[in-house]
């Protein structure tokens, strides 16, 4: 069972920034897609972001793409999220997710977190002023 613990999030000011990490615990993670989601208080859990197991293929929905940077450090277990330019609209919990298929062009839809095997706790991101 993979554990995922997601940090970095807090409190920032429209057009600000903040990195999001999620560490996993275990050696397999290295095989593993990984992707962002996020939930907004009444909303569904919506896709924000998702990277394969070698860091080469990244996907991003329209509402981030440019402003949001997903990454990983397979030495550390690490996936991160770069997220800049921050609106009062990307507050949410941020959930990292894990799936055991390492290629996304395995994942009939990349987009939803049925698709993903494992998640963490989630971390709080709130943009105001």
């Known amino acids: 069972q993979v554990q995922l613990v997601e940090s970095g999030g807090g409190l920032v000011q429209p057009g600000g920034s903040l990195r999001l990490s999620c560490v996993a615990s275990?050696?397999?993670?290295?095989?593993?897609?990984m992707g962002w989601f996020r939930q907004a208080p009444g909303k569904e859990r919506e896709f924000v972001a998702t990277i394969s197991w070698g860091g080469g293929v990244t996907y991003y929905s329209a509402s981030v793409k440019g402003r949001f940077t997903i990454s990983r450090d397979n030495a550390k277990n690490t996936v991160y999220l770069q997220m800049n330019s921050l609106k009062p609209e990307d507050t949410a919990v941020y959930y990292c997710?894990?799936?055991?298929?390492?290629?996304?062009?395995?994942?009939?839809?990349?987009?939803?977190?049925?698709?993903?095997?494992?998640w963490g706790q989630g971390t709080q991101v709130t943009v105001s002023s």
């Open positions: 275990e050696r397999t993670y290295s095989t593993y897609a």
């Open positions: 997710y894990a799936g055991e298929r390492p290629i996304l062009y395995d994942y009939i839809d990349y987009s939803d977190p049925d698709e993903y095997d494992y």
